[in-house]
């Protein structure tokens, strides 16, 4: 496992550091839209922000941008037609929710239109481009009981400081997959800077900025790929080839996806983002089935040790979309020991109980073979952990098993409460470090300031069974404030 979590005190950035890279990247992105989007025209319903035809420019850049703010906070913005949709309805509002549909990886929600608009499109070309710049800024904040490191927690892992978690932003264009006339393409470019650099880290993507410098602060291209929509073959395929997030699990690695700001055991362990090309199948309303392959977990396929690996999954929905389940097995090879080689036999279900209420639940089991033993003479790829194996044993099978559930209440249009419970065992210490079980129960509460700010304050508390693992080994528990504030531009 990347050593992800391991921390040493290490300064805030220098600011005329900080704006360079960031002001780089955003330069970057903006111009690369700015040519893809030449001559692009929208395609099915226009946005509530897009001028009609002939009507005059009002205001320039700045006073456009001032303007969807003041009028997103003060819930004016306008609002146009319900966007054209192909399939069952979605379960859940977003916002306040992450997502109004359940999710799965590997492609965009084939039937659902894009009709989103942001605050720099808006202000840029009034939205009325397919290609779409936008993105968002995350500073966060934690008061812990460890005072050096809070691992395993993540993203929150510096303990009692302000950081700069993530500064994101996309260039994208999404296929349109709710005509059934013409393979159509979309397109998506990430630049991401700050702290969570470590959780999206590949290796061979400007990996020695964490695999050999540690630096708490840095940059990744996370995510890079094409999706190429086929609408004739069964109710639409979506292929995507690139970089892109590994597919399982309910959690993510972009900020606003998430139901809360510190993310789970679970996933602080499993695999992030995976370098090859993915199918999507729409089968009908109910069924979706997913396979790919990729040059392993969390390396580019130029590295030394890339073990070619399998991906499918299965997806159903209930009739009445009060129940969604997604089933992967993910990234299957030997499972002989690399870089980050684990073998994920994953499980998610999504439930609606009303209008109100809904929860999340994920299981999965995940092993390596072969893994060198932490005494012995086999050194560990840099930045991994070796396996707790059995005295006299160079190398061992190292398993781990978690599970999770998340549990939402929706209290109105811009708020809900979210209450997370994790169980990890990490049998050999191979994820962590530490060969324990762990436990976790997080309250949070999401807070949305129109669409476009959002304020998620959590209380969280960390147990580790077996043995001491909190603050580099030196306590069994860890207690936590935490939250942050996301700013979407």
């Known amino acids: 496992m990347l050593r992800r979590n391991s921390t040493a005190f290490l300064s ?20 690369a839209a700015g040519v893809l989007a030449a001559g692009q025209t929208p ?55 992450p997502s109004a549909d359940w999710s799965y990886g590997g492609s965009p929600v084939i039937g659902e239109a894009d009709t989103d ?30 005072s050096q490191s809070n691992a395993p927690v993540s993203n929150d892992v510096y303990p009692n400081r302000i950081e700069l978690d993530q500064v994101v932003v996309y260039v994208e264009r999404l296929p349109d997959t709710v005509q059934r006339n013409h393979v159509d393409i979309g397109y998506h470019l990430t630049a991401l800077y700050g ?4 959780f999206t880290t590949n290796k061979g993507y400007f990996s020695s900025q964490y695999l050999e410098d540690h630096h708490q602060y840095g940059f990744d291209p996370s995510l890079e790929y094409v999706d190429i929509y086929v609408p004739h073959v069964a109710r639409g395929m979506d292929i995507r080839a690139g970089r892109y997030l590994s597919v399982a699990g309910i959690e993510s690695q972009m900020a606003p996806s998430n139901y809360m700001y510190s993310h789970s055991l679970l996933y602080s362990v499993d695999p992030f983002t995976d370098t090859g ?5 729409l089968l009908n309303d109910r069924w979706l089935v997913q396979g790919g392959v990729s040059a392993d977990h969390d390396v580019a396929p130029w590295t030394s040790g890339v073990k070619p690996s399998a991906t499918a999954c299965l997806d159903y929905t209930t ?31 999504y439930h609606k109980f009303s209008s109100t209420w809904n929860a999340a639940t994920e299981a999965y089991i995940m092993y390596q073979r072969a893994v060198p033993s932490d005494s012995g003479p086999i050194k560990p790829e840099t930045n991994t952990y070796g396996a707790t194996c059995r005295p006299g044993q160079i190398t061992c099978f190292a398993p781990e098993y978690a599970a999770m559930n998340y549990l939402q209440k929706q209290l109105g249009a811009h708020d809900y409460l979210s209450f997370r419970s994790d169980l990890l065992n990490d049998k050999k210490g191979q994820r962590t470090g530490v060969n324990t079980k762990y436990t976790e129960n997080t309250l949070s509460w999401n807070h949305w300031f129109g669409s476009t700010v959002q304020l998620r304050p959590e209380a969280r508390f960390d147990h580790a069974w077996d043995r001491k693992s909190y603050n580099n080994g030196k306590r069994r528990s860890q207690f936590t404030l935490a939250g942050d504030l996301l700013y979407h531009f």
């Not at 090309?277 to 199948?281: L, Q, S």
């Open 319 to 349: 009739k009445s979309v009060d129940d969604n389940f997604y089933l992967c097995a993910n990234g299957i090879n030997s499972g002989k020991y690399a870089y980050n080689n684990v073998q994920q036999f994953d499980a998610a279900w």
């Open 195 to 198: 702290s969570d650099y470590r």
């Open 117 to 146: 608009s942001y605050p720099l499109m808006t202000a840029w070309n009034h939205a009325g481009s397919r290609t779409k710049v936008y993105g968002w800024l995350e500073p966060g904040v934690d008061f812990s009981t460890s």
């Open 43 to 97: 395609t099915g319903a226009g946005t509530p922000e897009s001028p009609a035809p002939g009507q005059a420019d009002p205001g320039g850049f700045w006073t456009r941008l001032e303007r969807y703010y003041r009028q997103d906070w003060s819930g004016s913005l306008p609002s146009g037609p319900a966007p054209p949709r192909r399939g069952p309805p979605s379960p859940l509002d977003s916002p306040p929710f």
């Open 277 to 281: 090309v993915v199918a999507t199948v």
């Open 12 to 31: 805030w950035p220098s600011l005329p550091r900080f704006f360079s890279v960031a002001s780089l990247s955003i330069f970057l992105v903006m111009a």
